[in-house]
């Protein structure tokens, strides 16, 4: 599966590259195929309308949706868009997002490069949706996708018998972020009714968009979900560079379990106290729980509290 949004494709954007993305690019169609300049919040719903209903939503690198202020939202797409601006293929304020005309012909040589299946797949949507008033939209969206609208501040638009927003149990959950955007992790996140996030990486960098701690924990605070670095409970890089295979990830978390883990006493209790206060998943980055030290750290701290353990 193809990872979402990186901290590097990003970069290259603001230091001026054309490169664009295909997701990218199906944004630009779908400015250019609006039948007016849009608000941000209805270009939006007509992107996670776009994911919804047509056959963008088997395409692993196009954006993934969070429930937010005025319903889906993809805080991957907002700073792409921002990149977009930045290159002067659209022009974005706090009102509109359109093309900018000054680029049409390159604008035009990106979207060209899209399956026509996929342009089709934007005409339709804009045909759609795209003349729409915004209210009516985004009651239109929150009645037919009502999880995303569980953290929307358009009171009025809600529809009747909203569902609850999910709350777990308290237990020992971990969760990898390998093969998500962040957007579709902090997704999974809230419908598991986590309240907090125990990063417990050693050294909490990434390349992909949204999971450096500045960013993750700028993101989990605008969602609600509190955060905290639990980094003597992670394994040092030096210690994961010989990792080959299956057999080499055991032996490093035997090690991990046996010598790392119990000179941290005080840590690990610590976090113990935490994870009983409230919903808490212990976060890092394998997607495979086997081959990651948070299954070990998650073993730990069910043995010294008697929670279950729940990889999400």
Request: some cysteine.
């Amino acid at each position: 599966m193809i990872n979402g949004p990186t901290e590097t494709a990003s970069a290259a954007s603001w230091n001026g590259c054309k490169r664009v993305l295909r997701r990218q690019k199906i944004l630009l169609a779908l400015l250019g195929e609006a039948p007016q300049p849009l608000s941000p919040t209805v270009f939006v719903k007509l992107a996670f309308l776009l994911r919804q209903e047509t056959e963008v939503r088997d395409d692993g690198t196009f954006y993934a949706f969070v429930p937010y202020r005025y319903g889906p939202f993809s805080f991957a797409l907002y700073r792409e868009l921002e990149a977009l601006n930045h290159q002067s293929f659209l022009m974005k304020d706090d009102n509109t997002i359109r093309l900018d005309r000054s680029m049409s012909r390159e604008t035009e040589r990106k979207i060209a490069d899209l399956p026509s299946s996929v342009r089709s797949a934007v005409k339709t949507i804009a045909s759609r949706y795209g003349s729409t008033p915004q209210k009516s939209l985004v009651r239109d969206v929150y009645a037919r996708f009502s999880w995303y609208a569980t953290r929307s501040e358009l009171t009025d638009l809600l529809p009747p018998n909203m569902p609850d927003a999910p709350a777990a149990q308290v237990a020992v959950y971990t969760v990898g972020y390998e093969r998500e955007s962040v957007d579709g992790f902090f997704d999974r996140v809230l419908r598991a009714g986590i309240r907090r996030i125990a990063d417990v990486r050693a050294n909490p960098i990434s390349r992909k968009y949204g999971f450096a701690r500045s960013s993750l924990s700028g993101i989990a605070g605008k969602l609600g979900i509190g955060y905290r670095h639990w980094p003597q409970l992670g394994i040092p890089s030096d210690e994961r560079a010989v990792l080959s295979d299956y057999a080499s990830y055991q032996r490093l978390l035997d090690r991990y379990e046996t010598e790392m883990l119990p000179n941290q006493t005080s840590t690990l209790s610590d976090l113990c106290r935490s994870i009983l206060d409230e919903p808490t998943a212990l976060v890092c980055v394998e997607h495979d729980v086997r081959c990651c030290h948070r299954s070990r750290l998650a073993n730990a701290v069910a043995g010294e509290t008697g929670l279950p353990v729940k990889h999400l």
